[in-house]
């Protein structure tokens, strides 16, 4: 437990410096998402690399990894839907956009977007929250998962089928990598279409 605890340290770090960075020197911001664009290409191919390598522990499990991956999505939903009510409530804002941001599942190129087309403020929001989630699973996901387990899966969203992937894979095994790939795809199909009618909730 110990060391789990421990090894999340280096992921919180580097986030802590990224964010000193672009807080303290103005990179271009074109520049910056060049660059993650790229690192995200050698990500992903590591990862099917380690895939590759572990196809049959992988396809022994997958049966399991994909009913688990549709329970993980389920429960996404279930708790993105409450957090948006409770957000809606507590901070007395607009229920369609509270739900809008809250069920984006890190994926903050879609609602941030999406979601300024119809309100820029509610769209900033959007967008920065659901960055913020993607990096605070790819931080505390060390964490969570040596608390919670396999559930702790479902904090990543629609970003457990690429970039929060490795860390996953790193920390919980390649047995959840199909749980962790299910969850992500039926949320990024499903996302799409759930937000219109989500925005134009009054």
Do not use: C
């Amino acid at each position: 437990m110990e060391n789990r605890f421990k090894e999340f340290i280096p992921p919180l770090s580097v986030f802590a410096i990224g964010l000193l960075i672009g807080l303290f020197i103005k990179l271009p911001m074109n520049y910056v998402e060049d660059i993650a664009v790229y690192w995200l290409y050698i990500l992903l191919g590591l990862i099917g690399v380690v895939v590759g390598i572990s196809a049959r522990d992988i396809l022994k499990t997958a049966i399991k990894g994909i009913k688990n991956g549709i329970l993980l999505t389920i429960s996404v939903f279930i708790g993105d839907i409450i957090s948006g009510f409770i957000i809606s409530f507590i901070l007395k804002q607009s229920l369609n956009y509270a739900l809008s941001i809250s069920i984006g599942s890190g994926w903050y190129s879609l609602i941030g977007p999406f979601i300024s087309i119809y309100n820029p403020y509610y769209g900033v929001i959007g967008f920065v929250s659901n960055l913020l989630r993607e990096a605070y699973t790819l931080s505390l996901f060390p964490v969570f998962y040596s608390i919670f387990g396999i559930p702790s899966i479902a904090m990543g969203g629609a970003t457990t089928m690429d970039t929060s992937l490795g860390i996953i894979i790193k920390y919980s095994g390649v047995k959840n990598s199909s749980s962790a790939l299910m969850q992500g795809l039926i949320i990024t199909i499903v996302l799409p279409f759930v937000l219109p009618f989500l925005i134009t909730i009054r």
